[in-house]
């Protein structure tokens, strides 16, 4: 092989190959529309279809972005679930208040998300403790004070919230618009020395200390980052559902995952799209449409989300140990 | 924490309890404290496994839940059917588990992906047979087998004496555990040695799910109900009773007896939560605390090694 870190960090961002893994998240979105299209158009085609569309990817494709670049590391990041919900219950239970108020509570939610990510982070860097256990152990703390602040599903955040992130500008969905912003900030991302290092990490560790990698900082920032855009779900949640529950972040961490190996990254960390994972989460979100046009009651979603993520994950572990295995081969 | 400590602390924490009201040890508290204890223990014999093998199974809350909601409907109170019901669930329970296991162990998907999405499907199967609610109450003899007692010793803590000697023989004395070990320390040597790592590595989240599946029979009779998330603390309390038991998280190292240790811990400290009227919050809090403790405590007593 020789020198794949070393490489990783030089190297130009390349393209990605086409192949059975990178095409898996457009052959789901073309077969799913198509499915939607054949039996319920009008979920598709109808006034205000793709505004909704995107409305409901909006927090999803949130915590997939954050949620790629941790599994790039060769991470996880399993706290999301947590910190959506203690985002969803602050902002439930303080909705009695108004302008520049709700704009600190966001302000605050969103440095209780950065908060989380750094610990996360920190624990990550500096024990020799996996991601997933520390993620597992903050995600039963966040949800706990999720819990504390907010018992039982309900509440209502401030009105203005919901003004703020629904509606559109100069006629464009606000949710179309933010999905946009982060497909933008993935194409600048990619290609900063933050995400060749990431990879350099995900496909490597031990080469990308070698050629000085700052792996602990990496690994702070992309928590703290993960934190943060989990957090912004929250917020979205929030405004879209018009209250909170103490569990409403939990249905994000299968979810965030799915998105994330749907959308091609390896699970082996290394490569991977926030691009792609958007496409992912649109496939995730997708689904309950298909199940709606089945005329299937709703709880088929839940059931089919699991079942897309172990069948696309499954394919794409054997696809990629296949590669492994066959490059290693021929070096 | 070594396991002699974990039962030291158990021991601590029951005596500072008792010194802040004197109810707290009183025997039949201790009891229902093993009790409860025991919903963790049974559980926690199949993550030990995953554990031990460097895996993890996050689908034990929905395996629970299912497992429990299935048996209150299809026995719908009637003893007779008990049995059988059992004897399905399980079954069920069992395929989930080889799923996650030829998935971890022959498609080479990180356990942790596996699992979460398994829950998935597992959750939502049982939310579509159910349509989201349940109304239903466990079969008579199922409620008289949780709460009797022989010997004054409660049937459940039978139950559980026995799977906590198989448990300890299996993994301390047989080649199947031996070989788990030698799987979790080095896999690759595990593989020159001769072991079928493969094959090995299906079994630990069977042991997990049918662990998961019994949990959840037994819970709703003692609960009297089955709920929507009744599973859902079981995941944590699992992962962190491992933890206190001394395990590496990093595999390899670790045994049922401290796991048992773990989930004693984990009850008494819902006790004394409860004790000090602090709620759900708080112990879902005190998991994630106790989990993140024990693994940093363990992870540093493997590296000194």
């Given amino acids: 092989m020789g020198g794949s870190a070393l490489r990783a960090t030089v190297r130009v961002p390349r393209l990605p190959r086409p192949d059975v893994v990178t095409a898996i998240p457009y052959a789901y979105i073309a077969a799913l529309s198509l499915a939607i299209y054949l039996l319920e158009p009008s979920l598709l085609t109808g006034p205000g279809a793709f505004d909704v569309l995107a409305t409901a990817v909006v927090p999803l494709a949130l915590v997939a972005f954050g949620q790629t670049i941790a599994i790039i590391t060769r991470g996880i990041d399993l706290s999301v679930g947590g910190v959506v919900s203690t985002t969803t219950a602050i902002l439930a239970t303080h909705g009695g208040t108004s302008g520049p108020t709700v704009v600190g509570q966001v302000v605050l939610v969103v440095a209780i998300g950065v908060l989380a990510g750094v610990i996360n982070g920190l624990l990550v860097a500096f024990t020799p403790l996996q991601p997933f256990i520390v993620t597992l152990a903050t995600w039963s703390i966040w949800g706990g004070i999720a819990f504390l602040v907010l018992p039982i599903e309900g509440g209502a955040p401030a009105p203005e919230l919901i003004t703020w992130l629904t509606g559109a500008w100069l006629g464009v969905p606000r949710s179309v618009v933010v999905v946009a912003g982060l497909l933008v900030a993935w194409l600048w991302l990619r290609s900063t020395r933050f995400l060749i290092d990431v990879r350099a990490i995900g496909s490597d560790e031990a080469r990308a200390r070698l050629v000085g990698v700052p792996i602990r900082m990496r690994k702070i920032q992309v928590y703290a980052l993960s934190g943060a855009l989990a957090a912004v779900a929250g917020v979205y949640l929030a405004a879209q559902t018009g209250s909170g529950a103490p569990n409403a972040g939990d249905q994000f961490i299968l979810n965030s995952v799915a998105a994330v190996v749907i959308g091609g990254a390896s699970i082996f960390g290394g490569t991977g799209s926030a691009a792609g994972s958007i496409v992912g989460a649109a496939v995730l979100i997708l689904i309950p449409d298909v199940v709606f046009a089945l005329r299937l009651t709703s709880f088929w979603s839940v059931f089919l989300q699991g079942f897309v993520l172990v069948v696309t994950v499954t394919i794409s572990s054997v696809v990629i140990t296949l590669r492994m295995r066959r490059r290693r081969g021929a070096g | ?305």
Avoid at chain 2, 71 to 98: E, F, N, Q, Y
Wanted: hydrophobic share 55%; net charge positive; glycine share 14%.
């Fill in chain 2, 1 to 305: 924490m070594s396991v002699l400590t974990a039962y030291v602390v158990v021991v601590g924490l029951v005596v500072a309890g008792t010194l802040y009201t004197p109810g707290f040890s009183g025997i039949g508290q201790l009891r229902t404290y093993a009790v409860q204890a025991s919903f963790i223990g049974l559980v926690g014999l199949g993550q030990t496994l995953c554990i031990l093998t460097g895996g993890i199974d996050l689908s034990v809350p929905a395996v629970i839940t299912g497992s429990a909601v299935m048996t209150s409907i299809l026995c719908h109170g009637d003893s007779a059917r008990l049995a059988p019901v059992i004897v399905l669930v399980v079954c069920l329970a069992a395929v989930a588990g080889v799923v996650n296991g030829i998935g971890v162990a022959y498609a080479n998907v990180p356990p942790i992906i596996m699992t979460l999405g398994m829950g998935g499907v597992v959750q939502g199967l049982m939310l579509v047979y159910t349509k989201g609610g349940i109304s239903s109450f466990p079969p008579p003899a199922l409620a008289r087998f949780v709460v009797g007692r022989t010997l004054g010793v409660p049937h459940l803590l039978w139950f559980w004496a026995a799977i906590i000697a198989t448990g300890a023989v299996l993994l301390a004395v047989t080649p199947f555990g031996r070989r788990l070990y030698a799987i979790g320390a080095n896999r690759e040597a595990a593989l020159i040695a001769g072991v079928d790592v493969r094959r090995m590595l299906v079994a630990p989240y069977v042991v997990s799910a049918v662990g998961a599946a019994v949990t959840g029979v037994l819970l709703m009779g003692y609960n009297g109900q089955a709920y929507l998330t009744m599973g859902d603390p079981y995941l944590f309390a699992s992962a962190a009773a491992v933890a206190v038991g001394g395990a590496s998280i990093l595999g390899g190292s670790g045994n049922y007896v401290g796991t048992v240790a773990g989930a004693l811990v984990l009850t008494v400290l819902s006790a004394l939560l409860i004790v000090f009227s602090l709620g759900a919050g708080w112990l879902l809090i005190t998991y994630g605390a106790v989990l993140l403790t024990a693994a940093l405590l363990a992870s540093v007593r493997v590296q000194r090694r």
